[in-house]
């Protein structure tokens, strides 16, 4: 049989273990949006309806996947298969081109010679959204949380409890992550002092949304002053998952991430080559988290670890 690009299609046994990855998070994906069945022909109607919602570039392999699930499924009757064969075939249809998403726009990386450049800026402002921006930058590149996760975050002991912001739609490995902090003691006081002052800042601006804006336009502005492209809050983010690829195995870092699967870190965060070498921030995750992280393909990064430096 040919694929939809007129050739024949790749059976290697790393692809199809693709295929059946890919297959099962887009069945669990319509399960949850469409209250569809298990059925192949219930998910074959529900990616075919998604119309504009995807890219040429993602709907091709989830089409493969598909293409592969029904010609892998027993006791199709050969008119239901090529019914289901022309469906998938027509839809759906792409998204069209337009302004770039906002995780898009985000910057991914900051050399560490710029990241010294904003907390020196910082570090001795009495301004309470500049104590808080330091904290951020410091804590950021060696926890990667994502800013929200900051405030449902805690410390118990020398471990770092964090309910994880995308459990809900299935892309979290669990409600909630754990990680070893292997941090001095005075650094993690200074973590517990950030995170109160932080649950504060926001009870005081009414919303999380007001606090995160005021913090993002003051990063800006000490981005500018420092001659620093601009900075968001979560390219702290990126910047500690990087790092994290060149001392962690990938389900290590998806287990530190909050991630449901390895591919996630390898596919959208920012490449191992942009993080900080020969440096080691933080902890592992707990055996706990790790054991939530499903291993998908071939892991793209890996490396032997290396002595852990200070920041």
């Known amino acids: 049989m040919n694929d939809f690009g007129g050739g024949r299609p790749t059976r290697t046994a790393t692809t199809e273990h693709r295929y059946r990855e890919t297959f099962e998070y887009l069945r669990h994906t319509a399960e949850r949006e469409a209250r569809a069945g298990g059925h192949i022909f219930d998910i074959v109607d529900w990616f075919c309806s998604k119309h504009g919602c995807c890219s040429s570039s993602t709907i091709r392999p989830y089409r493969a996947s598909l293409n592969h699930a029904i010609t892998t499924t027993a006791g199709l009757h050969p008119d239901h298969l090529a019914h289901l064969m022309m469906r998938l075939k027509r839809g759906p249809d792409v998204r069209q081109k337009g302004p770039r998403r906002t995780a898009a ?90 995170l109160n002052s932080l649950a504060k800042a926001v009870e005081a601006a009414g919303s999380p949304e007001r606090l995160f804006g005021r913090l993002s336009a003051r990063l800006a502005r000490i981005c500018k002053g420092c001659g620093v492209r601009r900075v968001s809050l979560y390219t702290l983010r990126h910047v500690g998952i990087a790092t994290a690829k060149s001392w962690m195995t990938p389900t290590e870092v998806a287990a530190a991430a909050g991630h449901a699967s390895t591919r996630t870190a390898s596919s959208h965060y920012s490449k191992r080559r942009h993080g900080w ?18 291993e998908v393909g071939r892991p793209s990064f890996d490396s032997p670890r290396i002595r852990k430096a200070q920041m």
């Open 105 to 194: 726009r985000k910057r991914k990386s900051l050399p560490h010679a710029q990241w010294e450049l904003l907390v020196q800026a910082v570090r001795h402002s009495r301004s309470p959204d500049d104590r808080l921006i330091l904290c951020f930058l410091i804590f950021g590149p060696a926890l990667f949380l994502r800013p929200t996760e900051y405030l449902a975050a805690r410390v118990d002991g020398d471990l770092l409890f964090t309910k994880n912001a995308k459990a809900t739609n299935g892309r979290a490995n669990g409600e909630e992550r754990s990680r070893n902090l292997e941090m001095p003691g005075w650094t993690i006081d200074q973590l517990i002092i950030f």
């Open 277 to 294: 070498h020969g440096v080691r921030l933080g902890g592992l995750p707990t055996a706990a988290s790790m054991a939530a992280v499903r």
